[in-house]
Nanobody, 124 residues
Framework: QVQLAESGGGLVQAGGSLRLSCEAS????????MAWFRQSPGKDREFVARISGSGSDTYYTDSVKSRFTITRGDAKNTMYLQMNSLKPEDTAVYYC?????????????????WGQGTQVTVSS
């Protein structure tokens, strides 16, 4: 079993930046992919970005491309989301997810482990 813990959320003005972190409770292997999802009030949870176990492969949803960057720490049990040029529509609870053997990285059901979420609020 793996526990995930997010941190780094907060309140920021539009155009500002935040860096989210996600730490897994133990070291993970090269097949342990990690991802960020988010959920805005009244909306379904949506995929934001994912990174492969090795950290060499990344993928983003169109709305955050060129603004967000997903990376993994050297120990591979940590993941980060650098969010720049934030917009009010980025306001959401951001969740860290992880798992192995994932085929469709955008599907929530593919992930075995989830964090509790961290609130990001972008004011206009």
């Amino acid at each position: 079993q793996v526990q995930l813990a997010e941190s780094g959320g907060g309140l920021v003005q539009a155009g500002g930046s935040l860096r989210l972190s996600c730490e897994a409770s133990r070291r993970t292997g090269r097949d342990f992919a990690m991802a960020w999802f988010r959920q805005s009030p009244g909306k379904d949870r949506e995929f934001v970005a994912r990174i492969s176990g090795s950290g060499s492969d990344t993928y983003y949803t169109d709305s955050v491309k060129s603004r967000f960057t997903i990376t993994r720490g050297d120990a591979k049990n940590t993941m980060y989301l650098q969010m720049n040029s934030l917009k009010p529509e980025d306001t959401a609870v951001y969740y860290c997810a992880a798992g192995t053997g994932i085929w469709d990285y955008t599907l929530q059901s593919e992930y075995d482990y989830w964090g509790q979420g961290t609130q990001v609020t972008v004011s206009s």
